[in-house]
């Protein structure tokens, strides 16, 4: 018995430095292929590319049955994709095609099965010119995926593609509609239109001003994933794009958006697009998550470094797709004339408004809602930013509570409605200041 004891614990131990191993394995390849995504847009450091591919098509092998094998296959299968629209190598596209087939193969029931259907069809269609197999891979998310979160888009493509229009059999559910209400504090809050009809009467007392809204991560950044399936990527893209109908009806300011779809942006042109415009805010809205389902809140950030250990691994998980060399390795040396720049002061009165009028309006009607207050980190997407900037953790993705109230509109329009509040207060400030 007690020898039966010890090969147990062996193996358990085994099991979980292999787990680790994986997981390990996995992030530094996650980390190395966004690195070059962000930095090397032009696919110049081949090399570099075609051994991350193969470090990550290595990991879906020699892990099969760990949790990050599908998404290793994921991103091999996206980033030969990346090299073959520049380099049009035949063979970077077969196995871009190869690796989408084996995820959907191996792991039919994944969350990124339907992601690799659609892209495998665009592949088949737009360098390929194979009508044919395209429409089979749309079909079969349409097919076999009718709660998937690209059903609507596989719809899209195969309309376009045959013009005809495919009906679902069994009514529609969607990971950001169908779960329950949460009891509100006000349930008059439920009977509230999305969005007034303003235009007649719309409000132009901030015309002048222009505010860039970061949806954060996108395309094959899931950013961080709810066990219900629920994407980071996908809250924070719905909460800008009712923050920019708020903002342009209530303010009358201009907004422009990073990405107004699910599509990958280098962190480097989030910033560089707020300068372009000469915005006077830049705002970048993101989802928390932890290790501990029990982490709640939100909580907003200005630029500055840290000697917290939890917002430090929070800003190292944003900053993950980014690798520095040389003099650059320290980030506060990149941080130090922003920091020391005027608009430090102004992020912070930014930040703290956002804060408390984000807060304090949930609070109004839902129950639960936990402020975890204003820090500072050294977040990559803020670097270089010419205006008050600030990012935003708009509670966990993971948290049991917090995850259902993220998938429902009215919660997300109240966010929006949080944050709008803050940048009209902050504006109104700025107006007294001297």
Partial sequence: MRRLIVLVFIFSVAVNVNADSANDAYQMARKNYFSLRNTDLEVKELKKWLTVGRELVSISEKYKNHETAPAALFNAGVLYSQVYKVHKTEDHLERA?????????RYPDHYLADDALIKRGDLFLDFKKDRDKAEASYLEVVEAYPNADLYEVAEQKLAKLTGRSFEKSTPKEHVLTTVEEPELENNKAKDEPIYQDKKSEKNTKFKDKIIVIDPGHGGEDFGAVGKSGLYEKDITLLIALQLEKLIESELGATVRLTRRSDIFVPLAERTNLANDFEAALFISLHVNSSEKNSASGYETYYLDNTDSAAS???????????????????????L????????RDESIALANLVQQESVSHLKLKWKNIQSRG?????????????????????FFINHPEESVRLSKENFRLDLAKGILTGIDKFFKLEAKSP
Avoid at 97 to 105: D, P
Avoid at 374 to 394: D, Q, R, S
């Fill in 312 to 334: 430090a691994k929070l800003a190292e998980r944003e900053n993950a797709s980014i690798q520095f060399e040389g003099p650059q390795a320290d980030l506060q040396f990149m």
């Fill in 97 to 105: 095609l190869l690796y989408f087939e084996m995820l959907v193969q």
């Fill in 374 to 394: 204003v820090k500072t980190a050294p977040f990559y997407v803020l670097v270089g930013a010419h205006m008050p900037c600030i990012l935003v953790e708009m």
């Fill in 336 to 343: 130090s004339d922003l920091i020391q720049s005027a608009k």
